[in-house]
C-alpha cells in the first residue's frame, strides 16, 4: 500500500474504522496532547474548588436548590451561614459565614458592605423583660434602617427613636444576632445606675461582631457626640474589625465606660476629639490603646484611663488645654512609663497617677496646680520623686505620697502654700531621708508620717520645720513602721518636739508652747 503524505490534520469525512496515515495520526496525537495540556490545570483548578466547597454546602444540597448569580456589589448583605452563590464580578462560588462573603477559590474577604452585626443574650437581667431588647437610639437622630432580628421575624424598618419600645422575640429568651443595614446615626446607652440598677439593656450586648464598613451605609456613625456610646456594656466583647464612623466626632466622653470585658478596640478615628472625659474609665482587660489611634487637641481627660488595670501603657495625647488630670490614670498598675504630657494648663492633679505602676514621673508642668490630693498615692514602684516639679501654688497634698514603698528619700519641694498635709506621706514604709520644708501655711498634718522608716535627722528637720510654722493645737504622728524611737532622737529634734507639745503660751526652749499633739515611737 502506497502512504499518503500531508502534513494536514485527519480529513473530516473520516470515520470510526477508518485508516489513518502516519503524519495524520502523528498531528492527530500532537493536537490531542496540546488540548489536554491547557485542559489539565483549568479541571484541576476546579477539582480543588469543588473540594473545598463541597464541606461548606453538603447540608445545603436538597431537590430545590438553586445557586443565585450577583455581582459583587449587590451580592445579599444579610444571608445565612452556609449560603452559596455565583460571583460573577470575580468569577468564582461564594460562601457566606459569619456576616461577610468569602470567594470559594481562596477564601478571600470579598465583602464591599457589611451589616453592623450585634450579639445579644435577652435573658441577662437588664432593663426589658428576659425575651426582649431595646436598641439603645438616640432621640432626635436620623434613622433610617432595616434589622434582621434573627428570630425569624420579618425585616423591621426604623426611622426614628421616638415612641421605640423593646423588640420581643418569637423564639423565646436567648442569644440573638442582629443585622442592621442602612442608616444608623448613634448609639448611646445610659451611663448612670440607680440602686445599683443598670437604667437600659446594655448588659444584654455581649459581643460587637461588625460595626459595618461603609460610611454612610450600615456603618455605625456618630456625630459631634459618641457620649456613652457603649456604657456600661460590661457583658461585651469587641470583635468588630473596624470601629464606627467618628471623622467628626468632638465628645468621645464615656465611650467605653465600664465596658470591663473588652481586650482591645478596633481603629477609630478620634483626631477630631476634644473631651475625652472617661473615655476607656474601669475598661479592667484593656491591655493597649492601638497607636494608629492619634488623639485630637485635648481640653478634658479626667478619668481617661482610670481604673485600666491591666493597660500595660499610655498612648500620646495632646494635653495642653488641659485643666485637670482629676483621675486621668488612676489604678493602672501595669504601666511602667508615663509620657511626658504638657500639664502646662493644669489646675488639678488630684487622684491622676494614683496606683499607677510607674517606676519614674516626668518633670511635668504643674506650675498652676493647686490640688495634688491623692496624686501619687499608692505608686508601690515609684523609685523617686522629682526635685523639678513645681508645687509652689499646690494648696492640698492630702495622701499624695501615701503608700509610695519604694521612696527612700523625698526632696526639698516648695509647698509653702500648701494648707493641708492630712496623709501625706503615710506608710511609705521605706522613707528615711526628709528634709526640712516650708509648711507655714499648713492647718492639717493628720497621719503624715506615720508608718515611716524616718531616721532621727529626718524626725528633727520635721520637727524643726512644724516649730517654724508658729501654729498651734494642731496634731501629727512619726509613730509606726520603723521611724526612729524618741530614744534615739537627736537633742534639737527632743527640744523641738517640747516646744510643740507644751500648752500653748507656756515659756519653754526661748519661745512658747504650742498645744499640739504627737504620737511617735517609744
Known amino acids: 500500500m502506497t502512504q499518503r503524505v500531508t502534513s494536514r490534520p485527519p480529513e473530516d469525512d473520516k470515520v470510526k474504522g477508518d485508516t489513518l496515515f502516519v503524519n495524520e495520526f502523528n498531528e492527530l496525537n500532537s493536537v490531542i496532547n496540546d488540548n489536554a495540556s491547557d485542559a489539565n490545570p483549568r479541571l484541576s483548578s ?94 432626635g437622630n436620623s434613622y433610617d434602617f432595616q434589622i434582621d432580628w434573627g428570630d425569624g421575624t420579618p425585616l423591621e424598618h426604623i426611622t426614628s427613636a421616638t415612641s421605640l419600645t423593646p423588640h420581643t422575640f418569637t423564639q423565646g429568651p436567648g442569644e440573638y444576632i442582629l443585622n442592621i443595614i442602612g442608616e444608623v446615626n448613634g448609639f448611646k446607652f445610659d451611663p448612670y445606675v440607680v440602686d445599683d440598677i443598670i437604667l437600659d439593656d446594655a448588659l444584654k450586648i455581649i ?128 504601666v511602667r512609663e508615663i509620657p511626658h504630657y504638657d500639664t502646662s494648663s493644669c489646675t488639678s492633679f488630684n487622684r491622676a497617677f494614683r496606683v499607677c505602676g510607674a517606676t519614674n514621673l516626668p518633670n511635668f508642668d504643674t506650675s498652676k496646680v493647686t490640688d495634688f490630693s491623692f496624686a501619687f498615692e499608692i505608686m508601690g514602684k515609684l523609685l523617686s520623686f522629682p526635685s523639678e516639679i513645681d508645687t509652689s501654688k499646690g494648696e492640698i497634698f492630702e495622701y499624695c505620697w501615701s503608700k509610695c514603698g519604694e521612696l527612700t528619700s523625698f526632696p526639698s519641694l516648695n509647698v509653702q502654700s500648701g494648707t493641708n498635709f492630712q496623709g501625706a506621706w503615710l506608710s511609705c514604709d521605706k522613707l528615711a531621708d526628709f528634709p526640712i520644708l516650708n509648711f507655714d501655711s499648713g492647718d492639717n498634718f493628720i497621719n503624715a508620717w506615720q508608718n515611716c522608716n524616718l531616721s532621727a535627722q529626718s524626725i528633727e528637720n520635721i520637727f524643726v520645720s512644724l516649730v517654724n510654722t508658729n501654729k498651734t493645737g494642731l496634731v501629727t504622728s512619726v509613730s509606726g513602721g520603723t521611724n526612729e524611737s524618741k530614744q534615739n532622737w537627736t537633742s534639737l529634734a527632743l527640744s523641738s518636739y517640747e516646744i510643740l507639745v507644751a500648752n500653748v503660751g507656756v515659756p519653754i526652749h526661748g519661745t512658747t508652747g504650742r498645744g499640739w499633739g504627737i504620737q511617735h515611737n517609744s
Not at 452556609?82 to 470559594?104: K, M, P
Not at 474601669?282 to 487637641?297: A, D, E, M, R, T
Not at 491591666?310 to 501595669?334: K, Q, R, W
Open 46 to 139: 476546579l477539582t480543588n474548588d469543588i473540594s473545598n466547597l463541597s464541606p461548606r454546602v453538603d447540608t445545603m444540597v436538597d431537590n430545590n436548590f438553586t445557586m443565585v448569580s450577583y455581582d459583587t456589589i449587590n451580592l445579599p448583605i444579610i444571608a445565612n451561614d452556609g449560603e452559596v452563590s455565583y460571583d460573577t464580578s470575580i468569577n468564582s462560588i461564594v460562601y457566606h459565614q459569619n456576616g461577610r462573603w468569602y470567594s470559594a477559590n481562596d477564601d478571600n474577604d470579598i465583602s464591599i458592605k457589611v451589616a453592623l452585626r450585634l450579639k445579644i443574650k435577652t435573658d441577662i437581667i437588664a432593663n426589658s423583660a428576659n425575651d426582649q431588647f431595646l436598641l439603645p437610639l438616640i432621640s
Open 207 to 334: 459581643e460587637i461582631l461588625d460595626l459595618g464598613n461603609t460610611p454612610n451605609y450600615n456603618r455605625l456613625k456618630f456625630g459631634s457626640s459618641a457620649n456613652s456610646a457603649f456604657a456600661n456594656c460590661s457583658n461585651m466583647a469587641n470583635n468588630s474589625i473596624v470601629g464606627p464612623d467618628t471623622s467628626n466626632t468632638t465628645d468621645f466622653s464615656l465611650f467605653y465606660y465600664n465596658c470591663s470585658n473588652i481586650t482591645s478596640i478596633p481603629y477609630m478615628d478620634v483626631s477630631q476629639g476634644t473631651n475625652y472625659s472617661g473615655m476607656f474609665k474601669q475598661c479592667g482587660k484593656l491591655s493597649n490603646i492601638p497607636s494608629s489611634l492619634v488623639f485630637g487637641k485635648a481640653t478634658n481627660v479626667t478619668e481617661m484611663f482610670s481604673r485600666c488595670s491591666d493597660l500595660v501603657e499610655f498612648p500620646y495625647i495632646d494635653t495642653e488645654l488641659c485643666e485637670s488630670f482629676y483621675e486621668f490614670a488612676h489604678n493602672c498598675p501595669t
